[in-house]
C-alpha cells in the first residue's frame, strides 16, 4: 500500500501522545480520526469540562474526535468502523477490546514508554527510576488479548542519568515515541501489513501498576539510594510524600520533589531530622543521611529547603 492510500485512527489522550500525533500531521500521514477520553470535569464543583491534550489538537488540526464512554458501545464500534481503518495506533490510552484493536487490516499497535517486556502496566516511567534502572526505551508492538504482551515490532533506548526526574524521562521518551511510531508506519507499509515482529521473551518481569497516594509514602527505613530514587521517580507528579513530626507531636504532610545523595552517616534513627545552617538532612537505613533541596508543605507552595527551614526549626522528624 502507498503512504497516501493508508488511513489512520490514533487514539490518546495525555500530552505524551500528542507528540506522536504531531509527527503523524507533519508527515503528511492520512489520520481520519482521533480516539480519547471524555471531556474531564475540572474546577471546584467539576462543572467545567477539560477536553484531553489530544482532542486540543485532532481539532486544531480539523480531525473528527470520538470519545466513548465505553469501547464495546455498538454506536462507537459502527462509528469507529465508517472510518475505514487500514491501521490504529495507540498511544497512552486504555485498554482496547479485540472488536476495536483486530478491525483495521494492518492491526493496532502501541507505543509503551519502556522497554518490554519489562514494566508492563500504566506507570512505566515511574517504576523505572523508582527502581534505580539506568535504562529505558520505547517499544512499538501489536496489541493482543492480554496487557502489554503482543509481538514486538520495534524498540529504542534511552539512557536514565542518576539524577533525572519523570519530567526528564517523560520528554525524552515522549520525542522517541514519535520517531519510534513513524518508523513502524514505514516497516509496516514497505512488508505490506506484516512488518518483522517478535513475541515478548518469558522469565522475570518488572510490572508497573498505576500510582495511588498511598504508593507515594516514603519509607525511611532503606537505603539512602533507594529513597532517592523514589523522590525523583514521583517528581514532579504526583509527588512523594512523608508525615512531617514537629517537637510538641503535630504531624503534618510533607510532599518532597529533590533530594541529594550524600556519603555521611549518623547514629539517627530513619525519619530523624538533621539540620545544619541551611541545609535539611534526614536519616535512612543505618544512619545514611539525605539532603532534602526541595519540599512543599500542605496547602503551601514548593520551595528550596534553606526557605522551608526558616519557618520550621520546630521540626523533629518525618515517619
Not at 533541596?293 to 500542605?298: K, S
Amino acid at each position: 500500500m502507498k503512504k497516501e492510500d493508508l488511513r489512520i485512527v490514533f487514539m490518546g489522550t495525555p500530552e505524551f501522545a500528542v507528540e506522536t500525533l504531531q509527527a503523524l500531521v507533519e508527515h503528511e500521514y492520512n489520520v481520519v480520526a482521533v480516539v480519547t477520553q471524555p471531556d474531564k470535569p475540572v474546577g471546584r464543583h467539576g462543572s467545567v469540562l477539560q477536553p484531553s491534550a489530544v482532542k486540543q489538537y485532532a481539532l486544531e488540526q480539523g480531525i473528527p474526535v470520538l470519545q466513548p464512554e465505553k469501547m464495546k458501545d455498538p454506536a462507537f464500534v459502527e462509528s469507529l468502523r465508517s472510518y475505514r481503518a487500514n491501521l490504529q495506533v495507540v498511544v497512552a490510552f486504555r485498554m482496547l477490546p479485540e472488536v476495536i484493536w483486530a478491525m483495521p487490516a494492518y492491526g493496532t499497535f502501541n507505543v509503551h514508554a519502556a522497554l518490554l517486556p519489562q514494566y508492563r502496566g500504566a506507570a512505566p516511567i515511574n517504576w523505572a527510576i523508582i527502581n534505580g534502572e539506568t535504562q529505558t526505551g520505547v517499544t512499538t508492538f501489536f496489541l493482543d488479548h492480554d496487557i502489554d504482551t503482543g509481538r514486538i515490532i520495534q524498540q529504542k533506548p534511552f539512557t536514565i542519568p542518576d539524577t533525572a526526574d519523570v519530567e526528564y524521562v517523560y520528554d525524552g521518551l515522549m520525542h522517541l515515541g514519535a520517531e519510534i511510531c513513524l518508523e513502524t508506519i514505514e516497516a509496516i507499509l514497505a512488508s505490506d501489513g506484516h512488518p518483522v515482529s517478535i513475541p515478548q521473551e518469558d522469565g522475570p518481569i518488572k510490572l508497573a501498576p498505576k500510582i495511588f497516594k498511598e504508593t507515594c509514602e516514603i519509607n525511611w527505613q532503606q537505603p539512602v539510594k533507594q529513597v532517592y530514587d523514589f523522590i525523583r521517580g514521583l517528581c514532579p507528579i504526583p509527588g512523594a510524600w512523608t508525615t512531617l513530626v514537629s517537637s510538641d507531636e503535630k504531624e503534618t504532610v510533607l510532599k518532597i520533589f529533590k533530594s541529594v545523595k550524600t556519603d555521611r552517616k549518623s547514629n539517627l534513627p530513619p525519619g530523624k531530622i538533621l539540620m545544619e545552617g541551611k541545609s535539611l538532612y534526614v536519616a535512612c537505613m543505618n544512619g545514611e543521611l539525605l539532603q532534602l533541596l526541595e519540599l512543599q508543605l500542605a496547602g503551601k507552595k514548593r520551595m528550596p529547603a534553606k526557605d522551608f527551614l526558616n519557618g520550621n526549626q520546630a521540626i523533629e522528624k518525618m515517619k
